[in-house]
C-alpha cells in the first residue's frame, strides 16, 4: 500500500505541498509589505487597521444603503404581501452580494492585515508596555481591564496580565 501513495504522491503530490502552493502568493504579498508596516509607529500601526476597516465598511455602504430602503419600504407602506415578499427576496439577494464582497475585500487586505498583526505581536513580545494616543476605546477599555492605563492623553498597554487567576 504504501508503493501506492508513493507512486500516487508523486504524480499529484501531497496536501502540504498543495497548500504551500497555494498560499505562496499570500506570503509573497505580506514580505513585500510587511516592511512598511514595521516602520509605523505605534498610533499609525492603529490608523492603519482602522483604514482596513473602513475600506471593508466603504466596499458595501451602497448595498446597506439599499436593504435600509427596501425594508424601511416594506414595513412602512401599504404593499401587498406579494410586493413585500419581493422586497425581502431582493433583500437576501443583496445580503448575499454583501458577504460576497466582504470575502472579497478581505482576500485583498489580508496581506496588510496579517503584517499589522505579525508587527504588533513582535513589538508586545519586545517590550513591557505599548503607548499609543488614547481613544474613547481606550478609555472605556481602561476602566474595566487591568492590562490598559490612562495617563493623560496616552494610553499605556501591558504586554502581560492574569487571566482567570493564576
Known sequence: MSLINSIIGKL????????????APIIKKIKEIYPTVEKLD???????????????RESIVSDQQQIDHLKNEAENSSLDVAAKEANYKEIDRIEKEITSKIESKLMDILPTAFSIVKETARRLKENSTIVVIATDFDRDLAATKD????????????????AGGN
Open 12 to 23: 499529484f503530490g501531497n496536501k502540504s505541498d498543495r497548500d504551500m502552493k497555494e498560499i
Open 42 to 56: 505605534n498610533d499609525e500601526l492603529r490608523a492603519l487597521s482602522l483604514q482596513l476597516r473602513e475600506q471593508i
Open 147 to 162: 492590562f490598559v492605563s490612562i495617563e493623560g492623553d496616552k494610553a499605556i498597554y501591558k504586554n502581560e496580565w492574569m
